[in-house]
């Protein structure tokens, strides 16, 4: 009896909890949202610690924490949410950690492709980011799977960052940049060398043909042409003094602004096929599969990216409640949104700026 009283009264709190969510939810979705929320999922260790758990279990209470996050999250209407699990860094950890943080995330990435998971409820696409070679074989298996099989998934992304950081990412985007800038720069020579080949062969036939009768016409005007072109030259090389003495004189009539832009656009022209550019760049970045986050949220307190995408943060706001990650809940993430709501005209300022 008692049992049945309990479960009817969380039944009962549970309904009123999502009422009043979808509550605030519509109130939020009043002012603009962040299309894109960032989370630095700082803290399952010390949440263990303080409880005397094992760091697995914490892990596994932050797991927790993700999916109630992403519910929270979608049902908001937002679109784009990346969680930075782990750190290349974190592979300096001890041995056995990471071994088992290993097997801990390929045993959520299965539960995540279970067909009454989050991940289909709401038909999210996985985006798995970072330098996948250093994961473990089973873990990457496991990842590109994943990949694979919400690929055709268009409602909702989740980007789950291991084996990452910043620096990584900008140096793999500037390798890869430079590779296509080098394979357009051998292609090009490669068009002229053919061009020019079957400009030779075009030109080849001539020199048995009609072709003949002009070069032995020029033989018979050669010692005539010669006489001109001396006498040319000499008149060429006074005009050349004369051409020099003037601009000495009028060089000073013009700025160094007015004759720099010529010289900025030959340097342009002959170096255009090797330069890189911005978008060049940006379009190797491991991130190019989502636009820049709104939101940057790490809890535990620490007001640091800790080399997280370092690249993509320039004009986000970075919000850092004192809670460790297993602790969050909606009223941080409402607290967050009404941040951004409130600044989001000076932020897209700065965006434009930028």
Same mark, same amino acid.
């Given at each position: +009896?008692?049992?049945? #009283?309990?479960?009817?009264? %969380?039944? &009962? !709190?549970?309904?009123?909890?999502?009422?009043? @969510?979808?509550? $605030?939810?519509?109130?939020?979705s009043?002012?603009?949202?962040?299309?894109?929320?960032?989370?630095?999922?700082?803290?399952?260790r010390?949440?263990?610690?303080?409880?005397?758990?094992?760091?697995?279990?914490?892990?596994?209470?932050?797991?927790?924490?993700?999916?109630?996050?992403?519910?929270?999250?979608?049902?908001?209407?937002?679109?784009?949410?990346?969680?930075?699990?782990?750190?290349?860094?974190?592979?300096?950890?001890?041995?056995?950690?990471?071994?088992?943080?290993?097997?801990?995330?390929?045993?959520?990435?299965?539960?995540?492709?279970?067909?009454?998971?989050?991940?289909?409820?709401?038909?999210?696409?996985?985006?798995?980011?970072?330098?996948?070679?250093?994961?473990?074989?089973?873990?990457r298996v496991?990842?590109?799977?994943? +990949?694979r099989?919400? #690929?055709?998934?268009?409602? %909702?992304? &989740? !980007?789950?960052?291991?084996?990452?950081?910043? @620096?990584?990412? $900008?140096?793999?985007?500037?390798?890869?940049?430079?590779?296509?800038?080098?394979?357009?720069?051998?292609?090009?020579?490669?068009?002229?060398?053919?061009?020019?080949?079957?400009?030779?062969?075009?030109?080849?036939?001539?020199?048995?043909?009609?072709?003949?009768?002009?070069?032995?016409?020029?033989k018979?005007?050669?010692?005539?042409?010669?006489?001109?072109?001396?006498?040319?030259?000499?008149?060429?090389?006074?005009?050349?003094?004369?051409?020099?003495?003037?601009?000495?004189?009028?060089?000073?009539?013009?700025?160094e602004?007015?004759?720099?832009?010529?010289?900025?656009?030959?340097?342009?022209k002959?170096?255009?096929?090797?330069?890189?550019?911005?978008?060049?760049?940006?379009?190797?970045?491991?991130?190019?599969?989502?636009?820049?986050?709104?939101?940057?949220?790490?809890?535990?307190?620490?007001?640091? !990216?800790?080399?997280?995408?370092?690249?993509?943060?320039?004009?986000?706001?970075?919000?850092?409640?004192?809670?460790?990650?297993?602790?969050?809940?909606?009223?941080?993430?409402?607290?967050?949104?009404?941040?951004?709501?409130?600044?989001?005209?000076?932020?897209?300022?700065?965006?434009?700026?930028?």
């Amino acid at each position: +009896m008692q049992k049945s #009283a309990g479960g009817i009264t %969380r039944h &009962l !709190l549970g309904g009123l909890y999502c009422y009043l @969510r979808k509550c $605030i939810f519509s109130v939020l979705s009043v002012g603009p949202l962040p299309s894109h929320i960032s989370f630095i999922m700082d803290g399952n260790r010390r949440y263990a610690k303080r409880r005397n758990l094992a760091e697995g279990d914490g892990h596994k209470a932050g797991f927790s924490a993700l999916m109630s996050i992403l519910r929270y999250c979608y049902e908001l209407g937002i679109k784009y949410v990346s969680v930075y699990a782990f750190s290349i860094d974190n592979f300096k950890r001890k041995p056995e950690e990471v071994q088992t943080f290993m097997e801990l995330m390929r045993e959520k990435i299965e539960e995540l492709l279970q067909q009454e998971s989050i991940i289909n409820e709401y038909g999210v696409r996985l985006h798995f980011i970072g330098n996948m070679q250093l994961l473990t074989e089973p873990v990457r298996v496991a990842a590109e799977k994943a +990949m694979r099989v919400t #690929a055709h998934n268009q409602e %909702r992304v &989740l !980007l789950i960052c291991v084996a990452y950081t910043s @620096r990584d990412e $900008i140096v793999h985007a500037v390798q890869e940049s430079c590779k296509d800038k080098w394979n357009e720069v051998q292609a090009s020579k490669e068009d002229k060398v053919s061009n020019s080949e079957f400009t030779r062969i075009n030109q080849g036939p001539k020199s048995n043909g009609i072709d003949l009768h002009f070069r032995d016409s020029c033989k018979e005007k050669e010692t005539k042409a010669c006489r001109s072109l001396h006498e040319g030259a000499e008149g060429a090389e006074e005009k050349d003094y004369l051409f020099e003495q003037n601009l000495e004189k009028h060089s000073d009539n013009y700025s160094e602004d007015e004759i720099t832009p010529c010289n900025e656009e030959k340097k342009f022209k002959q170096g255009e096929f090797a330069s890189i550019k911005l978008v060049d760049i940006e379009k190797h970045m491991y991130m190019s599969v989502a636009p820049d986050p709104d939101i940057l949220i790490r809890t535990s307190g620490e007001a640091r !990216l800790s080399n997280f995408l370092l690249w993509q943060t320039s004009a986000c706001p970075l919000y850092a409640p004192k809670v460790l990650w297993p602790e969050i809940g909606l009223r941080h993430l409402v607290w967050a949104i009404l941040n951004f709501q409130r600044h989001h005209f000076y932020l897209e300022k700065k965006k434009k700026q930028f």
